[in-house]
């Protein structure tokens, strides 16, 4: 899936007018680090499609865009939330920095929280992760300060979750099963907090982890 680039007379409708946050690539042919960051904007416009929309503007062809946005180098990323300017940065990106760029103003699924949202919550005292991975893997590296509970006991030991020092968040390693048993817990009347991502996305952003010996 190629990006698409939109010139000025498409601006209003792809970005302005857009339900979905929008990553304008800001490019010119000349641009050699614009080619170089390329593969790198294309990986990201697959991953989040239908959460986000990957555009680009060529500075030349689109004079008055780049002039009233004021882009001063290329290549610089733009992300337009609800048709305004909320956030920018300049220079050859990898795809998880793109993706850091856009992820605070992504759809999320009720009750999702992410790693570093997790962390503060911590430290503040408000939240108690809770594990719900096999006893192995939860005994060879876990969040600190996570209890146990495996996912498949969750929903027979709500009055336990609901009993401790903060309000329990849950994490798988990946995500899908904690967020999946997240939204079942909704529908029933009993919102639980989730970590998205799980507990790769925690260790994808270095945070501390506990390892008992």
Known sequence: MAVPEINEQ?????????????LIDFTA?????CKTVAPEVDALAR???GKAKV???????SKRIATTLRIQAVPTFMVFHRGRPVAAEQGVLNRKQLRELLDPFLPRAE?????????QLIREGQVVPVDTREAPAYGRAHIPGAVHIPIEEIEGRLAELH?????????????????????KLAEEGVPVAFLEGGFLSWEAEALPIERPD
Do not use: H, N, Q
């Open 10 to 22: 498409e601006f209003e409708r792809e970005v302005l007018r857009s339900e979905l946050p929008v």
């Open 29 to 33: 042919t000349w641009c050699g680090p």
């Open 47 to 49: 991953e989040l499609e």
């Open 55 to 61: 555009v680009k503007v060529d500075i030349d062809r």
């Open 111 to 119: 009750g999702a929280i992410r790693a570093p949202e997790l962390a």
């Open 163 to 183: 009993m401790l020092a903060g309000a329990p968040v849950l994490y798988c390693r990946s995500g899908d099963k904690s967020k999946d048993v997240a939204a």
